[in-house]
């Protein structure tokens, strides 16, 4: 609005409060005057004046209006607003009722004469004012220009009930806690809960309704009332989100390969492994000299220190759980990096040539381009005679051999594979370990004691992996019992960049290199293997301890999120089978009460028998009550 066109003591918007236009200069500024405080019982309202420009204000009403304190006056009086609230709303439903203004824009001066046809000037704020903060319109500003847009019945009901619960909070506050504590929640209730979910999950460490409630706030008191209002279901797994840990796989995806000299080998490789695995990074071969352990080359893209690397870092490990895997690196990146997955796949190869003892006596790395034949476990033990994977085993047997005269120490315990389908069925099977799996441990850890030789050879800063000696009593029990107790016995493993003794694999030097997909310390080594190959700069050895020890702090608390589901899997299956019986093996008596342990399920527990037993001696069980947001379960003889 041009400066001849404002009226002196016109109505305008100034920092969001009504001011008068007092007069306009030649230079193009207007004096306006507005409240700087309001009215009291004891002090009366104190207004001042000020030089500002035109785009400072929006002009309200171009009309001369009394004065300020007649202006806000309007906005005191219970009854003007009361009366103007019911002509807004009238104006909303004449509007809404006819298709072509129910979403049409109006200006102020428009809506504020449907609104109220013998509207005054004074009255203007006070009916802008009820517009703005009423329901039934949305408020726009451009260019300086002021418009009312009626919102949709479905808007407006929804800010009815949103003021309505505001005004009546308390009220509502106090029947919703009545229906907690009686365990009667409405289904609209679960937006109060979500202070409770929020301590469950470790978000927060304080909930204004377990305080309300006076419960002790703690994650697993709020797991238990969610549970008991069934807010959640007993299949709800709160342990990766609590622990810090996302549900879904890194998101930053990998770039294609690199085009790059590769040696190109004919000898074909196999990548042996589960039925359900779906991330085959490894194969192994045997050319009539050397042994060959290909493993998947995601370090060719992965920079040290990108972000991908620093991802990767902080999770430490893919995380398996029996929901699913959480991976280290992006999905999509299996289709270029996992082995077998095409007809060539590109790999870092360790070349490991043996003694007789099978001892390693060199290894060479090499960028290399392999075929790559992908056999389940199950395949290549009917195949373990063969003319290509005869060899294998032969060597894994000798290794077994030579570590154990070195004190290798092989703990035998059952394990179980822990599955959830997609109605969050459990299914729980005992764990088999083909030959094959054996002969592939070995492959392995031949791998990782050739690529820790090479490194300490070439003076390259590596994750090695060290474990000290165990002292191991001369009267260990046999059977599992003696099986739990040598794993009592058995000391930390270590990961720096000093080699050393790892005793329980006897071997002297070693590192873990055959999982860079899964696991953080296997992808830094290949992170330094390549770049000492492309004469590029190394990580020196202060950089990779404070990475590594980053990385292996990660895992290790992945480690635990993974017991911990499986434990809270374990206790959803029994109580989904709430008929179980199973067989409970005496492990330990040294105690009050006997440890015993349970294949079928893979749990420990301490139980007093309804008679003597002996080590190794076993009985049956059944379920005598079920914690499940503590991780707890006794169990009775059957």
């Not at 309001?38 to 001369?64: C, G």
């Not at 909930?207 to 959640?232: F, V, Y």
């Not at 294609?256 to 040696?263: A, I, K, T």
């Not at 893979?602 to 008679?611: D, L, V, Y």
Request: charged share 30%.
């Amino acid at each position: 609005m041009s400066a001849e066109k404002i009226e002196k003591k016109a109505l305008v918007i100034y920092k969001n409060q009504p001011a008068l236009v007092l007069d306009f200069s030649e230079t193009g500024k207007y004096t306006i005057q507005f409240r700087v405080s309001a009215k009291t019982a004891t002090k009366p309202a104190v207004f001042s004046t000020q030089s500002v420009r035109e785009k400072d204000f929006i002009v309200l009403q171009n009309k001369a209006v009394s004065s300020l304190e007649k202006v806000y006056s309007y906005l005191d009086s219970d009854n003007f607003k009361e009366k103007c609230n019911c002509q807004i709303q009238e104006a909303y439903e004449l509007l809404s009722s006819d298709s072509e203004t129910s979403n049409s824009p109006l200006d102020f001066e428009e809506l504020a004469f449907l609104c109220k046809s013998d509207f005054s000037p004074d009255e203007s704020w006070a009916i802008f004012v009820l517009l703005k903060d009423s329901v039934y319109f949305n408020l726009t500003v451009a260019e300086n220009k002021i418009e009312f847009t009626p919102r949709s019945e479905e808007d407006v009901k929804s800010l009815e009930k949103k003021a309505y619960e505001k005004e009546h909070e308390q009220e509502i506050r106090a029947e919703f806690l009545n229906r907690l504590k009686k365990k009667q929640l409405l289904p609209e209730d679960s937006k109060f809960m979500s202070d409770v979910e929020a301590l469950a999950l470790g978000k927060t460490d304080k909930s204004r309704t377990m305080n309300d409630l006076k419960l002790s706030q703690s994650p697993e008191k709020a797991h238990r009332l969610l549970l008991e209002t069934g807010i959640w279901a007993i299949t709800r797994n709160p342990y990766p989100i609590r622990w810090g840990f996302s549900m879904q796989s890194a998101s930053q995806s990998l770039s294609s390969p690199p085009e790059e000299e590769r040696v190109e080998l004919s000898c074909t490789a196999w990548a042996i492994d589960n039925e359900w695995s779906t991330d085959p990074d490894d194969a192994v071969a045997f050319d009539g000299e050397y042994l060959w352990v290909h493993i998947a080359d995601p370090a060719s893209v992965v920079c040290p220190d990108s972000l991908i690397d620093k991802t990767a870092r902080d999770r430490g490990c893919t995380l398996y759980l029996p929901e699913g895997a959480s991976r280290m690196l992006s999905e999509d990146s299996l289709a270029d990096y996992a082995l077998g997955l095409s007809e060539k796949s590109r790999a870092l190869s360790f070349r490991l040539k043996l003694s007789e003892d099978a001892s390693v006596e060199e290894c060479a790395v090499f960028k290399t381009l392999v075929n790559v034949k992908r056999l389940t476990y199950q395949k290549a033990d009917e195949l373990k005679d063969s003319a290509e994977l005869k060899p294998l085993f032969d060597i894994a047997e000798k290794n077994v051999i030579r570590r154990t005269k070195a004190g290798a120490v092989q703990i035998q315990i059952p394990e179980i594979h822990i599955s959830v389908d997609e109605n969050k069925k459990v299914s729980i099977e005992p764990e088999i370990h083909p030959k094959s799996s054996e002969m592939i441990r070995e492959m392995m850890l031949l791998a990782g004691e050739g690529a820790a030789r090479f490194a300490f050879k070439e003076k390259i800063a590596f994750p090695f992996v060290s474990q000290e000696a165990s002292s191991i009593p001369n009267d260990l029990p046999e059977g599992l019992a003696g099986q739990f107790r040598l794993r009592r016995c058995m000391r930390k493993r270590s990961v720096g960049v000093t080699p050393s003794m790892h005793c329980g694999l006897g071997l002297g030097f070693y590192s873990q290199v055959t999982s860079p997909l899964r696991r953080y310390s296997d992808l830094i080594a290949h992170e330094q293997l390549r770049a000492f190959l492309d004469n590029k700069e190394l990580l020196d050895k202060d950089t990779m301890l404070f990475r590594i020890s980053q990385g292996d702090a990660a895992s290790q608390a992945a480690r635990k999120v993974e017991r911990k589901s499986d434990t809270h899997w374990t206790l959803v299956f029994l109580l989904q089978n709430p008929s179980w019986t199973g067989e409970a093996i005496c492990v330990d008596k040294s105690g009050k009460i006997p440890q015993f342990f349970i294949p079928s399920i893979g749990m420990e527990m301490f139980m007093k028998p309804n008679c003597a037993v002996d080590l190794n001696q076993s009985v049956q069980v059944k379920v005598s009550k079920i914690n499940l947001p503590d991780l707890l379960v006794d169990f009775i003889p059957a």
